[in-house]
Each structure stands twice: as structure tokens, then as C-alpha cells.
């Protein structure tokens, strides 16, 4: 192993590390938060622009995952149809209103936004959103990150319900190339989805003790497509990505 990607993977496990024992009150919380949705057949939607979104895909329609999550995909706010473009559409004053509206959103759902610098204007209005409609809202973003940037605008971290500060720097790389000037390594997708999904592992094990744990098999394991079919026909009239 290089000094290079030596000093990644020790970053980040050291990173994690942190984070295991910083996030534990909020982690809870979320849990808490999804647990009770999940009790009252309500839904987890995920949404984020830029690599962000790749939290959205992560849990959705996942082996070892919970079927009442819903993936917020917006192609244009994504990186296939065009990333210079979909940097100006985060940016832009209402444009996830009228995606989120087609969602079909509920009083007593949660959205868990994604956005590591905290500060553009669809993760801003994601949350009003789900504020305005009655749900909670759970922000995974760098409080540092937004801090610095912020200049007077609002910051997803003021706005949300529950904040899962990943503690990252303003930047998201976190290692230096010596002599460059460069600096290479985010961190902020392998974080993020460590988050999640130790969250919606907590929330699966409570939901197994009352027998009803409604999780993805990998599909070539037995009995899995028994099992999905099941979950999809369950899930599918508020999933339009099923």
C-alpha cells in the first residue's frame, strides 16, 4: 500500500471513528424518527443533488435494506445528463418543488436530504418543502463546510429537524499532495452511506422484534424472489421507482 492510500483509508477509518461515538444522540434520533414512520406505513424518501444522489440509490430497492424508502431521482440534478448542468439546477430557486410534488409526499413521512456544503438552493427548498407538507426532515451535511461558505444564506443545517453533521472540511478531499497544492480523497458518499445505513440497520432490528422487518434479500439468495415480489407489490403504489 502507497503512503497515499495509506493515509486515505487511515483518514477515513479514523473519520468513522469519530463520528460513531459524535453522532450517537442524533443517529438515535433519526432512527426514532424512521422507526415511527415505518410503524404508521408512512415512507423515507432520500434525496440529493450532485454525488449527493448516490445516497438516494444506495438505499433504494437494496439487498439487506428497507423497502419503505423511496429514492428523490432527479435526472437533471443528477451527473448522467450533463454535470456542468446539474451544478447550476442545485443552485436554482424552485425547481424541486414541483419533482417533490409528483412524489406524492405525506404529513407524518421523513426526508432525508443529502448535501455536503449545505447551502445551494434545492436541498434548501427540499426541506421547507417537507416542513410545509408535515414531515420530518433529516439533513446529512458538514455544518463546518456550510459554515465558512454560507455568506448570509440559509443553511440546511438551521433548517432540518435532525442534523447529521459528518464533520468533513470545506472541500470534502482530505489529503494533501505534497508539492502541489492539490488536495484529493472525498470522503463524503463513504461517510454518508455508512450513516444511513447503520441507521436503517438499528430501525430493521427494532422492527424484526415485532416480526415485521420489511427487507430486501440479494437476489441470489433463497427464497429472494419470493420475497422482493412480496415487498415491491407492497411498496410500489408510492415508489415510483419500483
Do not use: C
Not at 421523513?110 to 448535501?115: E, G, K, L
Amino acid at each position: 500500500m502507497t503512503a497515499i492510500t495509506d493515509a486515505y483509508f487511515s483518514n477515513l477509518i479514523a473519520r468513522l471513528g469519530k463520528l460513531q461515538s459524535a453522532l450517537d444522540d442524533p443517529m438515535q434520533q433519526a432512527a426514532a424518527a424512521i422507526l415511527d414512520a415505518a410503524r404508521h406505513d408512512r415512507r423515507v424518501y432520500v434525496f440529493g443533488t450532485g454525488h449527493s444522489h448516490m445516497l438516494a440509490e444506495e438505499v433504494h430497492y437494496r439487498a439487506g435494506g428497507l423497502a419503505f424508502t423511496v429514492p428523490v431521482l432527479v435526472g437533471s440534478a443528477m451527473l448522467h445528463e450533463g454535470a456542468v448542468i446539474s451544478s447550476v439546477y442545485e443552485r436554482t430557486q424552485g425547481l424541486v418543488r414541483p419533482v417533490l410534488e409528483r412524489y406524492g409526499m405525506q404529513s407524518g413521512d421523513v426526508i432525508i436530504i443529502a448535501s455536503n456544503s449545505g447551502v445551494n438552493a434545492a436541498p434548501i427548498e427540499a426541506a421547507d418543502y417537507g416542513h410545509e407538507i408535515g414531515a420530518k426532515v433529516i439533513a446529512i451535511t458538514s455544518v463546518e463546510y456550510s459554515s465558512a461558505i454560507a455568506n448570509g444564506r440559509r443553511r440546511l443545517a438551521d433548517v432540518a429537524d435532525i442534523v447529521l453533521d459528518n464533520g468533513l472540511p470545506p472541500g470534502d478531499a482530505v489529503i494533501e499532495i505534497e508539492g502541489s497544492g492539490l488536495k484529493v480523497g472525498p470522503v463524503s458518499t463513504a461517510i454518508g452511506v455508512t450513516v444511513l445505513n447503520a441507521i436503517f440497520a438499528e430501525v430493521a432490528s427494532e422492527l424484526a422484534k415485532a416480526g415485521d422487518a420489511p427487507v430486501y434479500l440479494s437476489a441470489n439468495m433463497p427464497g429472494a424472489a419470493d420475497v422482493n415480489q412480496r415487498l415491491v407489490r407492497r411498496y410500489r403504489p408510492r415508489n415510483p421507482h419500483l
